[in-house]
């Protein structure tokens, strides 16, 4: 059974700075997409960040030019530094992943991000 842990959640200023880390159970060397999304209380889940099977990255757009995702392939954890953070990026992170040859989405519990004002 395949394990997302998230971490590097908490509460902040606005302005100030974050890294969320998903590490993973199995090998990350083959995925096709491993990202971040997030959920604010009353609205959808939405994408912050994710590398695709082609290695490429894909970003929200309320997130550009502030987040960056990462990945070390070593250590199986992607990453997702969080800059100039705004209140309303305040939400539950939750990564997700699927591995190539599989229709599966595999989430994490998620970690609360809160940006107060």
């Known amino acids: 059974q395949v394990q997302l842990e998230e971490s590097g959640g908490g509460l902040v200023q606005a302005g100030g700075s974050l890294k969320l880390s998903c590490a993973s159970s199995?090998?990350?060397?083959?995925?096709?997409?491993m990202g971040w999304y997030r959920q604010a209380p009353g609205k959808q889940r939405e994408l912050v960040a994710t590398?695709?099977?082609?290695?490429?990255?894909e970003y929200g757009d309320s997130v550009k030019g502030r987040f960056t995702i990462a990945r070390d392939n070593a250590k199986n954890t992607v990453y997702l530094q969080m800059n100039s953070l705004k209140p309303e990026d305040t939400a539950v992170y939750y990564c997700k992943a699927r591995w190539i040859g599989s229709i599966r989405n595999y989430w994490g519990q998620g970690t609360q991000v809160t940006v107060s004002s």
């Open positions: 199995l090998s990350i060397s083959n995925l096709n997409l």
């Open positions: 590398f695709t099977s082609n290695g490429e990255t």
